[in-house]
């Protein structure tokens, strides 16, 4: 009894003291002052005990001091909770309103930014003059103003200027004003009837519902803590399934498909020929046939044949080989976090050698699979810039040479990474220049081809740099998986754009899981931010510790431009249908995440699970952005083509 008095008493002790931090009037408190009182009474408790009074009146006493205590601790959790946790709910309000009235404009702009000339467009003009528009204005004016002089604690967006709260005002206005023109124009087209019948009769393949049903259960598990920190184990599930429906779709492509009729193709195309033309003269857009299911049909006769046909049916099973092989690397999220695994018996210094060997030998393998696609320039650079990296890690006394008995001669290894540093920058130069010069001469798409290419190449070598020497298999399977996947999976089934975005972001998110990350901040590796620096320095750290706990996500979506904009002889919108569908993939769980954190901002692992998970889709937004606009710049050809022709 005299423990249980002491813990409970320790812990009242605590929490009384901060209250008396965050409260002025804590006195006055009822949580207070039944710890003073249950205090009190413990005291008396003390004295009979220290008088060596056994009997049961000494027994009662304290169970009622116990009681006491329990009861004074509830109410001073509560108070806290009162007083601590308070949020400014008006703010957040306003930013959930912004995020949910763009993931809504996004949604109903899906068959347009879809459509063969991939355009995206918010309908402001008509709206920022519309009556309704100006008489939102004035009503959130109003609301603002009774908000914010009636508000007794202190709030964000009352304290910004008039002018920047009425232009939130006109932005949230002009949104829903552009929401309610697009749903307009829908049941507008809605009203005109097709000719031909064959568009409406198209269904659904078991990899589109595979990813409706993957991302709407991934969206609905952010609403449970447990699912959040195990959310690898999700990915993992999704990309296994995604495999295994892979699989079918070739045995069906390459075995039951060729008993069809081959005239049905050319029927089928003329069938869609004809409404095209019917659908342009009612101003309705029509996907490519190249970037559809009856496009698809079309070229079903067109089949991998030779060795290259069994290799290709055999890669769903190699990737997911691949993949399990990098789920032992590392162990991340909590139930499982504490099981030793493959990395931390690379990193052990008794295998030292072993590491090195493993760490030499996913170097060969990045250039062999980066270097296909480089000029002869990239090439040597990548090849130097990747033994920089070998002789880095063996400078700080990760790896060793095979020549080298210790490690005595450690250092920072600054000089090392600045040299690899240099290659990274020159074979990113290299690629941006024949970037800009695609740009200028926008007939020769090798050329873009290859800057790409090149500055995707420049990532590899920054990633290899940044990655600790246990973690190279993962850019490495990275890199095999990418390669297996263009030649053998996705060109012979001609997917079209919008399945091979989620396919990319699907396996981005899993390899940030690969990696060892996890929705935890203990999970970031910092010193990747001082890799090749003498001191911290804030923007260069910064930078590197995103882009090496972000590879992943971004070596998938700068491989999914590479590979779209070689995709632009078949379907010339590839580029701008990537863009939209990743921004769309990016935005849908972030902007729900944020309403159910909204929702559980009072539920008890806030700060230790859903708060860094935050923290984790605000930096991925950040970057999903950057990568957007990326996009766009790349795809100014085709926009200037769709403007042409109108």
Not at 308 to 328: E, G, N, Q
Not at 404 to 421: C, H, L, M, N, P
Request: charge should be neutral; charged fraction near 15%.
């Amino acid at each position: 009894m005299r423990e249980q008095l002491r813990f409970v008493h320790l812990n009242g002790f605590q929490l009384s003291r901060l209250l008396q931090e965050n409260t002025p009037a804590y006195e006055k408190d009822p949580g207070y002052e039944y710890f003073k009182i249950a205090e009190k009474s413990h005291g008396n408790w003390i004295k009979l005990y220290l008088e060596g009074n056994n009997s049961e009146i000494l027994l009662n006493l304290g169970k009622k001091v116990l009681k006491q205590y329990l009861e004074a601790l509830k109410t001073l959790s509560s108070s806290l909770s009162k007083q601590v946790a308070q949020y400014d709910m008006y703010s957040m309000m306003v930013g959930t309103v912004i995020i949910m009235e763009v993931l809504l404009l996004l949604l109903l702009s899906i068959p347009k930014a879809l459509s063969s000339r991939a355009e995206f467009e918010v309908p402001l003009s008509p709206t920022l003059f519309s009556l309704l528009f100006y008489l939102m204005c004035l009503m959130l004016c109003a609301v603002h103003v009774i908000v914010c002089t009636s508000a007794e604690s202190l709030c964000y967006f009352c304290s910004m200027s008039w002018l920047t709260a009425v232009g939130v005002m006109m932005l949230i206005s002009a949104l829903m004003c552009g929401i309610l023109s697009a749903i307009a124009k829908i049941f507008e087209n809605s009203r005109l009837p097709l000719k031909n019948p064959v568009v409406s009769s198209s269904s659904w393949s078991e990899i589109d519902v595979l990813i409706l049903a993957g991302t709407i259960g991934h969206v609905l598990s952010l609403g449970a803590s447990s699912f959040i920190e195990e959310e690898h184990q999700t990915w993992y599930f999704l990309i296994n399934t995604l495999c295994l429906v892979l699989c079918q779709e070739l045995c069906r492509n390459n075995f039951l498909l060729k008993e069809r009729d081959p005239q049905y193709g050319i029927i089928v195309k003329q069938n869609f020929d004809s409404i095209g033309e019917a659908s342009e003269c009612k101003n309705i857009d029509i996907p490519a046939a190249g970037n559809s299911k009856l496009g698809k049909a079309t070229s079903s006769a067109e089949f991998v044949k030779g060795p290259d046909k069994w290799i290709s049916l055999a890669s769903p099973w190699i990737i997911l080989i691949c993949c399990r092989l990098l789920r032992s690397l590392n162990q991340t999220g909590v139930q499982w976090a504490h099981r030793p695994d493959f990395g931390h018996w690379l990193t052990s210094s008794e295998h030292k050698s072993e590491l090195s060997f493993l760490a030499a030998v996913s170097l060969l393998m990045i250039f062999f699979l980066v270097q296909r696609r480089c000029s002869l320039v990239s090439k040597i650079a990548m090849a130097l810039g990747l033994l920089g990296v070998y002789s880095y890690r063996a400078a700080i006394g990760n790896v060793i040479f095979p020549w080298q008995r210790d490690s005595k001669d450690i250092s920072k290894g600054i000089t090392e990474a600045r040299f690899v540093y240099v290659f990274v920058l020159g074979i990113v130069f290299t690629g941006t220049k024949d970037l800009l010069k695609s740009q200028v001469i926008s007939t020769d798409s090798t050329v873009k081809s290859t800057g790409l290419w090149e500055v995707y190449s420049g990532l590899v070598l920054l990633a290899a740099l940044l990655f600790r020497p246990h973690n190279l298999p993962v850019l490495v399977f990275c890199l095999l998986i990418q390669t297996m996947m263009t030649k053998y999976i996705w060109r012979p089934l001609k997917s079209d754009a919008a399945q091979i975005t989620i396919m990319h972001y699907w396996f981005g998110q899993a390899f940030f899981y690969f990696q060892g990350n996890s929705n935890g901040i203990a999970t970031v590796d910092v010193s990747a931010g001082f890799v090749g620096l003498e001191s911290y320095v804030e923007i260069p750290a910064i930078f590197l510790t995103a882009f090496a706990t972000y590879a992943g996500p971004l070596l998938w979506a700068i491989h999914l431009l590479c590979y779209l904009s070689s995709e632009v002889s078949r379907n010339s919108a590839a580029v701008g249908h990537g863009c939209f569908c990743y921004a769309l993939m990016r935005s849908i769980p972030a902007a729900i995440y944020i309403v159910l954190v909204t929702g559980l901002r009072y539920h008890l692992f806030i700060w230790s699970v859903f708060s860094p998970k935050l923290l984790y889709e605000g930096v991925h937004v950040f970057i999903t952005a950057t990568i957007c606009l990326f996009f766009t710049a790349m795809d100014q050809n085709h926009s200037y083509k769709v403007q042409d022709r109108k």
